[in-house]
């Protein structure tokens, strides 16, 4: 199973949307992606620390993916489209990884 992580790093001026990350940005990711192998979705909120410091992270989202070759497929169709909404629920720039569990 492939995993792609979409990082929103803490920053001071950050701006972040999760009701429309969560109910809007995903579903509409989840639909463009599920003929590609798309699974499920997780979206993470950063919590403070325990000695009360900021999340490295204010957001973490997260899509499961079957195989490789279908996230690359899908992202090659509708990349651009999944990247043209982030502005409309931060200023952040998301750093991804791609992983494969094991």
Same mark, same amino acid.
């Given at each position: 199973?492939?995993?792609?992580?979409?990082?929103?790093?803490?920053?001071?001026?950050?701006?972040?949307?999760?009701?429309?990350?969560?109910?809007?940005?995903?579903?509409?990711?989840?639909?463009?992606?599920?003929?590609?192998?798309?699974?499920?979705?997780?979206?993470?909120?950063?919590?403070?620390?325990?000695?009360?410091?900021?999340?490295?992270?204010?957001?973490?989202?997260?899509?499961?993916?079957?195989?490789?070759?279908?996230?690359?497929?899908? =992202?090659?169709?509708?990349?651009?489209?999944?990247?043209?909404?982030?502005?409309?629920?931060?200023?952040?720039?998301?750093? =991804?990884?791609?992983?494969?569990?094991?």
């Amino acid at each position: 199973m492939i995993r792609v992580s979409a990082f929103y790093s803490q920053q001071a001026a950050a701006s972040f949307d999760f009701d429309y990350y969560k109910n809007q940005h995903f579903p509409m990711v989840l639909a463009l992606m599920k003929p590609f192998g798309a699974i499920r979705f997780e979206v993470e909120r950063g919590l403070a620390m325990s000695d009360g410091s900021a999340p490295a992270y204010l957001a973490v989202g997260t899509i499961y993916f079957e195989t490789m070759d279908g996230l690359a497929k899908g =992202l090659a169709q509708h990349g651009g489209t999944i990247l043209a909404d982030v502005k409309n629920y931060t200023n952040l720039t998301p750093r =991804l990884q791609f992983g494969e569990l094991v």
